[in-house]
């Protein structure tokens, strides 16, 4: 099974949760936090509206980001690349984390819900990318960065050591499936850290926060 088709059933299931639902309303998203959002868009509270209110708030808010960057196209590029990246880390570290669980809708539900957080990070990243703040320099930084590397490589090689314990049929686990999807988690990951660089400065040190801001454990049943 390649990646793609791996991927494949997991984003068409969040893509068509999100758009399923009602349009979003930007010019409200664009003033209140997305709790508040959710509360005044949601008439009656289900799972799938409030994944919705959560994907609609963040789209708004990266549509808003694109137009403050219009003066800085390589930026606007960078942060549009590092979301799409970001955001399909998120994904597969849910679906993988349902296949260890046997399944379950937690695991879906989880990921649009996690945007909100992600754009507030893009945002705070993309501002620090302006400011001379972002391009100060330390050992501080260097430190994190190494620290956030560290712990990205060990999140790997935990997936990728998991195995089913003996007597767990979980339909939902095959070998190659796996293989694909983690094998696709550390080419993102790649992609993610060469396009932060390896500058030690307060900027590339939050990137590499993001990519280490995990939704769900390598290890952990949920």
Same mark, same amino acid.
């Not at 030690?200 to 280490?212: F, H, K, P, R, V």
């Given at each position: 099974?390649?990646?793609?088709?791996?991927?494949?059933?997991?984003?068409?299931?969040?893509?068509?949760?999100? *758009?399923?639902?009602?349009?979003?309303?930007?010019?409200?998203?664009?003033? $209140?936090?997305?709790? =508040?959002?959710?509360?005044?868009?949601?008439?009656?509270?289900?799972?799938?509206?409030?994944?919705?209110?959560?994907?609609?708030?963040?789209?708004?808010?990266?549509?808003?980001? +694109? +137009?403050?960057?219009?003066?800085?196209?390589?930026?606007?590029?960078?942060?549009?690349?590092?979301? +799409?990246?970001?955001?399909?880390?998120?994904?597969?570290?849910?679906?993988?984390?349902?296949?260890?669980?046997?399944?379950?809708?937690?695991?879906? *539900?989880?990921?649009?819900?996690? #945007?909100?957080?992600?754009? $507030?990070?893009? *945002?705070?990243?993309?501002?620090?990318?302006?400011?001379?703040?972002?391009? &100060?320099?330390? &050992?501080?930084?260097?430190? +994190?960065?190494?620290?956030?590397?560290?712990? *990205?490589?060990?999140?790997? =090689?935990?997936?990728?050591? #998991?195995?089913?314990?003996?007597?767990?049929?979980?339909?939902?686990?095959?070998?190659?499936?796996? &293989?694909?999807?983690?094998?696709?988690?550390?080419?993102?990951?790649?992609?993610?850290?060469?396009?932060?660089?390896?500058?030690?400065?307060?900027?590339?040190?939050?990137? #590499?926060?993001?990519?280490?801001?995990?939704?769900?454990?390598?290890?952990?049943? #949920?």
């Amino acid at each position: 099974m390649t990646p793609a088709r791996w991927l494949l059933p997991v984003l068409l299931t969040l893509n068509v949760s999100a *758009h399923a639902q009602a349009a979003p309303n930007c010019a409200l998203a664009d003033i $209140v936090d997305a709790g =508040a959002y959710a509360t005044l868009t949601i008439d009656r509270w289900s799972e799938a509206d409030q994944d919705n209110a959560s994907y609609n708030w963040a789209e708004c808010r990266a549509a808003r980001l +694109k +137009k403050e960057l219009l003066a800085f196209p390589k930026l606007s590029a960078r942060m549009d690349g590092l979301r +799409k990246q970001y955001r399909e880390m998120r994904a597969l570290e849910g679906q993988l984390a349902g296949i260890r669980a046997g399944g379950g809708t937690l695991y879906s *539900h989880a990921v649009p819900r996690m #945007y909100p957080g992600l754009e $507030v990070q893009l *945002h705070s990243l993309s501002a620090l990318a302006r400011s001379s703040l972002g391009a &100060q320099t330390g &050992q501080r930084y260097g430190q +994190k960065i190494a620290q956030a590397a560290t712990e *990205h490589i060990a999140y790997i =090689a935990a997936l990728r050591a #998991y195995q089913p314990a003996p007597g767990e049929q979980f339909s939902v686990y095959t070998p190659q499936g796996w &293989q694909a999807a983690v094998d696709r988690y550390e080419a993102l990951g790649r992609a993610v850290m060469q396009t932060l660089g390896s500058r030690e400065d307060a900027a590339t040190a939050l990137g #590499y926060s993001i990519l280490d801001t995990t939704t769900f454990g390598a290890e952990d049943l #949920y």
